[in-house]
């Protein structure tokens, strides 16, 4: 009977997890003309942890939005390089930069003041359970053993997709750059989507 009951609210559990966890999920990647899901996250600025809302975000602008795997490997460290270099160009177009990977906010605070890579131009936030990137219909790759970044620290999260979306300052997506789809550089994101905010 015991064990009975103990099932039977094991299946509950894993139901309501489930119903839970695809609440945050889409079912295919969001588009160009699509609501951009809003967020609030943990991220790090010039090596200071702060809370962002893209919902405020938004409320002053154009936001560009990037996920990227991992901080300190190869592609994403010259992306989040490029970014910081185009920062004012940005900025003079009135968008807002955001990065979104799934590092855990220890690590992106000092990506974010790296004067190599961030260098305390813009925030990074963290997706550690990888809810973010699954409302934006972003699969997750899984944690694989072994992987070390360019510091030879191990890397013990999953990867997220190289994507970037251009959203509105009404919330909707302009434009959207996948790595994946488009088979464009990790700096080609960062020049696709300034000439995007560029022509807003």
Do not use: W
């Amino acid at each position: 009977m015991i064990k009975k009951n103990y099932c039977l609210s094991f299946l509950i559990f894993s139901l309501s997890l489930l119903a839970t966890l695809s609440g945050f999920a889409q079912s295919k990647m969001l588009t160009k003309g699509d609501a951009a899901p809003v967020f609030d996250a943990q991220a790090g600025m010039a090596g200071s942890e702060f809370n962002f809302s893209l919902k405020k975000a938004l409320a002053k602008g154009p936001v560009v939005v990037y996920f990227y795997p991992s901080a300190y490997t190869g592609g994403c460290d010259a992306e989040a390089h490029a970014f910081a270099e185009m920062k004012e160009k940005f900025t003079a177009a009135g968008a807002t930069i955001i990065g979104v990977s799934g590092d855990d906010i220890t690590r992106l605070n000092t990506f974010s003041a790296d004067p190599n890579y961030c260098a305390g131009k813009f925030a990074v936030a963290a997706d550690t359970e990888g809810k973010i990137a699954a409302s934006y219909g972003l699969v997750i790759n899984a944690p694989r053993a072994g992987i070390k970044d360019v510091r030879g620290i191990d890397i013990n999260h999953g990867f997220i997709p190289r994507t970037t979306y251009v959203i509105g300052k009404d919330g909707k997506i302009i434009a959207v750059f996948s790595s994946e789809i488009d088979h464009i550089s990790a700096t080609d994101h960062v020049e696709k989507s300034l000439a995007v905010v560029k022509g807003l």
